[in-house]
């Protein structure tokens, strides 16, 4: 949310001084090396602004909802926020493109596959008034459960968390019943026993101490998600022109830092695991197979039922 206070002497002043300040919302919590490194982004706003922009980091969901902050930001509640991109693949595929299921598994194939996707994007979050400002990548999903998986066999009928439709999918096509659980729900739907087993990042398995609740991690690397920073576009045009420059430097300079920081954190977790406990294992030939063939099957639907925008992205990403 937006908030102004301009004293009664500014307001009268020949050159008043106009302050912005912006609430942020974040999905991931302060640990995490997401919202750390939107903490740098902010402070570099305010630095290069001389205090003339400020932006708070509202970290965890403490200010929305993951689900809702997208359309926080639209409706102009808050003038900026991040979240986890392909949660928007029920609007358009284009969104979900990089949670496909062994088309990008690498920081290389990562960063191809966003240069293919970027301009569908800018033009689906354009229509709903918001501008990407930069994107940053997870480590390569891993495979978390309670025992080894030799094969894809060895899913069938485990409880498995999902965060995106890709996800509920692809644990459907394992024959594992998918349920949808947030980050920060993590620990308690292990206890609990709502769920059995999840794909994620490293970073997420480390920070929600997975070595509480279950006792293997396979780096199957089965795609490379990333969080999006969207600002609303009428907010930010309505900025002076230097606080724009200031803010698309500072979002440039985040989105480059942020990959440094996501390849650290890959090697910096699979430790973090192991030392807690943690069997880390690589997955089986045979595991890689049946789970190459979910993907097969999995972006054959996609094809199916993808816009023309989305299908031209993956063109340009296959060239």
């Known amino acids: 949310m937006l908030r102004f206070a301009i004293p009664l002497a500014a307001m009268m002043a020949a050159t008043p001084v106009l302050a912005e300040s912006w609430d942020m919302p974040t999905p991931y919590g302060d640990s ?27 970290s965890a969901g403490s200010l929305f909802p993951h689900g809702e902050i997208k359309n926080a930001v639209r409706s102009r509640q808050v003038p900026i926020g991040e979240f986890f991109l392909s949660t928007l693949a029920n609007e358009d595929l284009a969104f979900g493109m990089d949670s496909q299921p062994f088309l990008a598994t690498s920081y290389d194939d990562a960063a191809k596959l966003w240069d293919a996707q970027k301009p569908a994007i ?24 309670k025992k080894e998986i030799k094969t894809v066999d060895d899913l069938n009928g485990l409880r498995f968390r999902a965060y995106n ?57 089965a795609w490379v998600p990333k969080n999006i920073v969207v600002v609303n576009k009428r907010v930010f045009d309505g900025l002076d022109p230097a ?60 094809q199916s039922k993808a816009s023309d925008d989305a299908k031209g992205a993956l063109a340009a990403y296959q060239q």
């Open 32 to 58: 995490t090396f997401h919202t750390q490194n939107i903490r740098e982004f902010a402070d570099e706003v305010k630095a290069a602004t001389d205090g003339g922009l400020e932006i708070t980091v509202h």
């Open 122 to 145: 800018e033009k689906l979050l354009a229509e709903q008034s918001l501008m990407p400002l930069f994107s940053v990548p997870w480590p390569a999903q891993g495979l978390y459960t």
């Open 165 to 221: 439709a890709a996800l509920e999918e692809f644990a459907t096509l394992a024959g594992a019943a998918p349920v949808q659980v947030e980050a920060p729900d993590i620990p308690q739907a292990f206890s609990t026993g709502q769920v059995e087993a999840m794909i994620t990042s490293p970073s997420t398995g480390a920070n929600s101490k997975a070595w509480d609740f279950l006792s293997h991690y396979t780096p199957i690397n």
């Open 243 to 302: 606080v724009q420059e200031a803010v698309l430097a500072a979002a440039e300079a985040a989105q480059a830092r942020g990959i440094e920081m996501s390849k650290a954190e890959t090697e910096a977790k699979v430790k973090e695991l192991a030392d807690n406990g943690i069997t880390v294992y690589e997955p089986s030939p045979e595991l890689v197979e049946g789970l190459q063939g979910i993907g097969a099957t999995m972006l054959e639907n996609w």
